[in-house]
């Protein structure tokens, strides 16, 4: 259930800055297929993802996890 608290969050983050999955995935350096499986909640992210996301998004770890 781990991954849906994460994709929920960091989907919402990311259209709160006003950034799709595309831009998103730029600014960050990956695929756009990774953040879209993230985001899906089919895949895991790891502590280097959640680094980049949150510096991509401008937030920190903890508004990126709290509910």
Same mark, same amino acid.
């Given at each position: 259930?781990?991954? $849906?608290?994460?994709?929920? %969050? ?10 799709? &999955?595309?831009?998103? !995935? ?8 990774? $953040?879209?499986?993230?985001? %899906?909640?089919?895949r895991i992210p790891d502590d280097v993802?959640?680094? &980049?996301?949150?510096? !991509? ?11």
């Open positions: 259930m781990e991954e $849906l608290h994460w994709s929920r %969050r960091i989907r919402a983050f990311r259209k709160l800055k006003g950034h799709t &999955q595309e831009s998103l !995935a730029n600014k960050m350096g990956i695929a756009v297929s990774i $953040l879209g499986q993230v985001e %899906r909640g089919t993802f959640l680094h &980049q996301v949150t510096e !991509a998004l401008g937030i920190s770890i903890q508004e990126l996890e709290s509910e």
